[in-house]
């Protein structure tokens, strides 16, 4: 089937369970956001595992050139106290 007769490329994303980040889980076509949604619940949640989840144009998607991976993270290095590590996890917290 072709793009135009199934749709834009959307890129689905679920999160597991409440408190954990929502992950890349895959890619479909649909005709707008709410068939997205929709088909992303029926092939990507089969067996209740989201509690949540999103869908973006792939096209509406910018990512970073893997060239410029030094300038943009070259300068997060020298600020060791943006690490977790500094930081106290809460009793009770079990996913941050």
Do not use: C
């Not at 619940?41 to 991976?69: H, L, M, Q």
């Amino acid at each position: 089937m072709s793009n135009t007769t199934s749709g834009p490329l959307w890129e689905v994303f679920i999160r597991s369970q409440h408190g954990l980040s929502h992950k890349h889980v895959g890619s479909l076509h649909a005709a707008d956001a709410t068939a997205a949604v929709q088909h992303a619940r029926d092939v990507y949640t089969r067996r209740n595992e989201g509690v949540s989840i999103w869908v973006v144009r792939a096209a509406d998607i910018v990512a970073s050139d893997p060239t410029d991976k030094d300038a943009l993270f070259d300068p997060a290095q020298s600020k060791v106290y943006r690490h977790p590590t500094f930081f106290p996890t809460p009793e009770g917290v079990k996913n941050m």
